[in-house]
């Protein structure tokens, strides 16, 4: 008997699969809004993630679309998050499902002559992926290296979690694959015709300061090295 229907080449069906996969990943980590202002270097990128004490981490559920801010850190090429076991983020993000996160650095307000001409100095990464789960064995060095990227020097000197803490904790990590970055810097870009007008035109810079540390007054002790380097540094 006699059939219209061809077997299916499994090799064609992956390669169909992966080039679709590959395709996605072009298409929404293109800048396609100035793209004279992306940036390409993994170097660029680990800045924007290193210089960051939070991201915002976009995902759905059943519930909706959520988008979450969470401390992060980076170790290599993996940004990392933790939260508690019972986190609805952290419940969903480790089913391997597509999130997106964002980490943005406002350097500046920049004021033109004319309002729509008015922009912001920025550093920005955008990472898209699933997130992988940190094992259990790789949990209390990966929080360690967070808390040294927090304080230099300071995971020497507190007490390390404990089993109970541990376990209820939930570490996760996502490939610093697939990504797109994009900045800003300089100052405004009037048209011709506005560059006469009698206002004034510039960027006020904008940066991130530490400030004197603020003692608790149970403390036990009144100073400490890192402390003091921190502030400096």
Known sequence: MSTDVEPVNQDQENSTTKESTQNQAQSRTQI???????RTEKEFLYQVIDSAYV????????????????????EHNHL??????????MKQLQKGIQACVTITHIDGIVLARAAFNHSMNYRSAMIYGS???????????????????????????????NFAELAGTTVLRIALDETMCKTRSGGPNDDDEDMDLPVWAGVLPLQLSKGEPVLDPSSKVQTATHVDAWLAS
């Open 131 to 161: 997130f992988e789960v940190v094992p259990s064995e790789q949990k209390a060095a990966s929080l360690a290296h967070f808390l040294e990227s927090l304080v230099p020097g300071r995971q020497a000197q507190v007490r390390a979690g």
């Open 55 to 74: 991201c915002h981490v976009a995902f759905q559920d059943e519930h909706g679309t959520h988008c979450i801010p969470t401390a992060c850190w980076r």
């Open 32 to 38: 396609r809004r100035i793209p004279k202002n992306a």
């Open 80 to 89: 990392y998050i933790h939260g508690a076991n019972a986190s609805r983020m």
